[in-house]
């Protein structure tokens, strides 16, 4: 017969281990990872770990009976979040000792930023340069996580929306861009173009300011062009001469 004391580490650990087997799965880490930024509903989860909204509200509801998040309900929408800042602390240690004690962690991070065209940042030669007003922080992390919180004196500037944005970005300043940590790629990928065709194939092009004239004329003359398709005249270029273009305009190399 176990003796008290055994008894009591048998309770004490089964309720740890409802700990551990909440996070013990890849979408719920993704989840936690999320709310580390900011508070999401489950539909933005969803979308962010790229399954259903069914799925999504079980894994949130593994979470939150391991007491690890919290929901608010506004209106239709349930918005979930971090129950305290020692989760933080808790995935911070999870990364730590992952990158300490798996080696496929690090092999698999030196896979994904091998042969990407950009330079990291040192901390120290970051904040020297920021003192002295030579560098402008990018931060390309979608808009509700900058708004929740973000570096002091940085710049928004969601990935997705940065390509029609450029000439928001200084051209007398190098510009530093961030997102969510060692494991995100938001800030590499907004370093560089990437374009899945040869190099010789011609890319139809068309300015922004063209398209805008083109739909304010149909919306003035509905009867003429309401139904029916037209072709737009562009540019066509091949992804060297984007590049080329690309430098030009921001006086600095695109490759």
């Given at each position: ?7 009591y580490?048998?309770v004490?650990?089964e ?18 990872d ?5 508070p999401?509903t ?6 962010e ?8 509200s ?8 391991a007491?690890?998040v919290?929901?608010e309900?506004n209106g239709?929408?349930v918005?979930?979040?971090?129950a ?8 911070r240690?999870?990364r ?14 030196r896979?994904?930023?091998e042969?990407?065209?950009?330079e990291?940042?040192?901390?120290q030669e970051l ?5 002295q007003?030579e560098?402008?922080l990018l931060?390309?992390r ?6 929740a919180a973000h570096?002091?004196?940085a710049?928004?500037i ?9 000439a928001?970005?200084?051209k007398?300043?190098?510009v530093?861009a961030y997102c ?5 790629l ?10 899945a065709?040869?190099?010789d194939i011609?890319?139809q092009?068309v ?6 004239a083109?739909?304010?004329m149909a919306f003035?003359?509905p009867?003429?062009?309401?139904g029916?398709?037209t072709?737009?005249a562009?540019d066509?270029?091949?992804?060297p001469?984007?590049a080329?273009?690309?430098s ?8």
């Amino acid at each position: 017969m176990p003796s008290g004391c055994q008894v009591y580490r048998d309770v004490l650990y089964e309720q740890l281990a409802r700990l551990t087997k909440a996070i013990a799965h890849p979408k719920r880490l993704q989840i936690l990872d999320l709310l580390l930024q900011a508070p999401r509903t489950v539909e933005v989860l969803a979308g962010e770990i790229d399954m259903s909204i069914a799925a999504t509200s079980q894994h949130l509801q593994v979470l939150r009976g391991a007491r690890l998040v919290e929901s608010e309900k506004n209106g239709l929408y349930v918005t979930y979040s971090l129950a305290d800042d020692s989760i933080y602390d808790l995935m911070r240690q999870l990364r730590a000792i992952g990158s300490a004690r798996l080696a496929e962690v690090d092999q698999l991070l030196r896979q994904v930023q091998e042969g990407r065209d950009y330079e990291p940042a040192p901390r120290q030669e970051l904040l020297r340069d920021l003192r002295q007003g030579e560098v402008v922080l990018l931060d390309v992390r979608p808009t509700e996580e900058y708004q929740a919180a973000h570096l002091p004196g940085a710049l928004s500037i969601p990935l997705p929306e940065l390509p029609q944005r450029l000439a928001e970005l200084p051209k007398d300043r190098r510009v530093v861009a961030y997102c969510r940590g060692t494991y995100c790629l938001l800030a590499i990928e907004a370093g560089e173009f990437a374009f899945a065709v040869r190099p010789d194939i011609e890319l139809q092009t068309v300015a922004v300011d063209d398209i805008g004239a083109f739909v304010a004329m149909a919306f003035d003359e509905p009867d003429r062009w309401g139904g029916k398709a037209t072709d737009l005249a562009g540019d066509s270029l091949t992804p060297p001469e984007v590049a080329r273009r690309l430098s030009a305009f921001l006086d600095r190399p695109v490759e």
